[in-house]
C-alpha cells in the first residue's frame, strides 16, 4: 500500500475535491473529470466505475450527483486502498472491489444504471514505465477494448448507459464491439480548434435503437498555443474541470 511519504494531495474541481495520488505511478488528469461530468446519472441511480484507479472520475461524478451509489473495480489493490481513502476523505460513499474485469468479482455481479470507464488508450510499444502501478494502467494491450464493453453491457440493466473516453483511434473496435449497446454517440475532444481529436467521449445504451452520431467537437483550449500563465482553457472546458459542470448537455 502507499504510505504518505508517496502520496500527493491534489486538487480536483478547483479544490472542491482532494486526492491522494501517488508521486510515482498513474495520477489521473483531465481524463476522469471529463468522463464524470459526460455520465448523465441521476440522484438515486447506481455507477459502476471499471478500472477506477484512486477513485478521480467517480468521485467527481459523486460531488456533481449527490445520492448516487457508486461502486469501483480496480485491479491493483494499492489504487483500490487509495480509492476507499479519497472518497472517506471527501465524504462520498464509495464501494471499491480488488480483481480483473474479466473475472468480476462476485459482490459486483449485479445490475447497475451506468458504467463508466477510461481504458488505457496509449499504444503498445516504446519503453514502459519503470513504476509497475503506471506501466499497467498504462498498456492498452492488457485488456482488449472489447472486453471493456462486453463487461460493461453485461453489468448494465437493460436501457443503462456506458460512457467511455478513450483515445480517437480506438474508435472502429469500439463500434465493432458494441454488441448489445446501441444509441451510440461520439464526442471528439479536440486540444485546439482546429486540431485533430485525439480523444473521444463514447455514450451508448443497452438495447438502444436510436441511429450513431458523430457530435461537434468539444473544444478544450483556446488559441493557437499556451501563453505563459494565462488561462487557456475555453470557457465551456472551463465550466468543466474547474466547476465540474455537467458535460451531458453536449450530447444532446
Keep these: 500500500m502507499f504510505s504518505d511519504a508517496d502520496l500527493s494531495d491534489d486538487?480536483?474541481?478547483?479544490?472542491?475535491?482532494?486526492?491522494?495520488?501517488?508521486?510515482?505511478?498513474?495520477?489521473?488528469?483531465?481524463?476522469?473529470?471529463?468522463?464524470?461530468?459526460?455520465?448523465?446519472?441521476?440522484?438515486?441511480?447506481?455507477?459502476?466505475?471499471?478500472?477506477?484507479?484512486?477513485?478521480?472520475?467517480?468521485?467527481?461524478?459523486?460531488?456533481?450527483?449527490?445520492?448516487?451509489?457508486?461502486?469501483?473495480?480496480?485491479l491493483q489493490a494499492d489504487y483500490a486502498d487509495l480509492a476507499r481513502r479519497n472518497a472517506a476523505r471527501?465524504?462520498?460513499?464509495?464501494?471499491?472491489?480488488?480483481?480483473d474485469l474479466r473475472d468480476m468479482p462476485r459482490d459486483l455481479r449485479r445490475d447497475f444504471d451506468h458504467v463508466i470507464c477510461n481504458p488505457p488508450y496509449y499504444p503498445p510499444g516504446g519503453t514502459p514505465s519503470p513504476v509497475a502501478g503506471r506501466a499497467l494502467a498504462m498498456r492498452v494491450e492488457a485488456v482488449a477494448?472489447?472486453?471493456?464493453?462486453?463487461?460493461?453491457?453485461?453489468?448494465?440493466?437493460?436501457?443503462?448507459?456506458l460512457t467511455m473516453i478513450t483515445?480517437?483511434?480506438?474508435?472502429?473496435?469500439?463500434?465493432?464491439t458494441l454488441g448489445t449497446l446501441g444509441s451510440a454517440s461520439v464526442l471528439p475532444l479536440a486540444s485546439r480548434e482546429g486540431r485533430a481529436a485525439r480523444r473521444l467521449i463514447l455514450r451508448a445504451r443497452k438495447g438502444g435503437r436510436a441511429p450513431f452520431r458523430l457530435l461537434t467537437p468539444f473544444v478544450i483550449h483556446h488559441g493557437a498555443s499556451h501563453e505563459g500563465d494565462r488561462e487557456s482553457y475555453t470557457p465551456a472546458a472551463n465550466e468543466i474541470l474547474r466547476t465540474g459542470g455537467d458535460l451531458s448537455a453536449q450530447f444532446g
Design 11 to 74: 486538487k480536483f474541481l478547483c479544490g472542491k475535491l482532494r486526492l491522494w495520488q501517488p508521486l510515482k505511478g498513474y495520477r489521473a488528469a483531465t481524463d476522469p473529470v471529463l468522463l464524470a461530468a459526460a455520465c448523465p446519472a441521476e440522484a438515486g441511480q447506481s455507477v459502476l466505475d471499471l478500472g477506477c484507479g484512486a477513485g478521480a472520475a467517480s468521485l467527481c461524478l459523486g460531488w456533481r450527483v449527490p445520492g448516487l451509489r457508486l461502486a469501483g473495480l480496480e
Design 90 to 99: 471527501n465524504g462520498i460513499a464509495l464501494e471499491v472491489a480488488e480483481g
Design 145 to 161: 477494448m472489447g472486453e471493456w464493453v462486453s463487461t460493461a453491457a453485461r453489468r448494465l440493466r437493460p436501457g443503462g448507459w
Design 167 to 176: 483515445g480517437a483511434d480506438a474508435l472502429p473496435d469500439l463500434l465493432s
